[in-house]
């Protein structure tokens, strides 16, 4: 598989970066929305909840757009975790 499936930075995004991040050079938009969100307090993130609805905010969390965390997301995706 080539490894350039892995990787997408879309500097021209409107809300880049979404969540800030030390190194916008490594800041990967391929997961934009994450696809770990429906795990709840399983997803592996740093996320709180917020407001009287207990919304989960993920704003804080930059898991999904760190390269290196792509075959991990890829496995909890294929494992059926959420």
Request: aromatic share 14%.
């Amino acid at each position: 598989m080539r490894e350039s499936c892995r990787f997408y930075c879309n500097r021209d995004c409107e809300s880049f970066p979404c969540h800030p991040k030390p190194d916008p050079e490594r800041f990967n938009c391929l997961f934009c929305y994450c696809p770990l969100y429906s795990m709840a307090d399983r997803c592996g993130g740093i996320f709180t909840y917020s407001g009287e609805k207990r919304v989960k905010d993920c704003s804080g969390c930059h898991l999904p757009h760190e390269p290196e965390y792509y075959t991990d997301i890829m496995a909890m995706l294929a494992n059926g975790s959420s």
